[in-house]
């Protein structure tokens, strides 16, 4: 199972970024994918999620309504709009062949590297 994160980089608030989490080596439908964002000092928390069949997401309340997940073919892609300063971090995205909360880090057997979002004038 590996996953490669990608589409971070530098934005000005209330710009947009598209992250994309791409899986090679194992059926891509038959695991949840879940992005999580851990900044500088913090914990890591989770961002959004998206069940192996794509019909039910999770999003965090500080993301929810900016953000939005979705799946297409081998890819999960995190669609960040209104980014603010808060959402600097480095974002992973990890996959799921189990069930669990798709809020829950502990609910993912696999991780992807991270990538940077940072969100400054």
């Known amino acids: 199972v590996q996953l490669q994160a990608s589409g971070g980089g530098l934005v000005q608030p209330g710009g947009s970024l598209r992250l994309s989490c791409r899986a090679s080596g194992f059926r891509f439908d038959d695991y949840a994918i879940g992005w999580f964002r851990q900044a500088p000092g913090k914990e890591r928390e989770g961002v959004s999620g998206?069940?192996?069949?794509?019909?039910s997401t999770y999003y965090a309340d500080s993301v929810r309504g900016r953000f939005t997940i979705s799946k297409e073919k081998d890819t999960v892609f995190l669609q960040m709009n209104s980014l603010k300063p808060e959402d600097t971090a480095i974002y992973y995205c990890?996959?799921?062949?189990?069930?669990?909360?798709?809020?829950?880090?502990?609910?993912?057997?696999?991780w992807g590297q991270g990538t940077q979002v940072t969100v400054s004038s």
């Open positions: 990890a996959a799921s062949a189990g069930a669990g909360s798709l809020a829950d880090p502990k609910t993912y057997d696999s």
């Open positions: 998206i069940s192996s069949k794509g019909y």
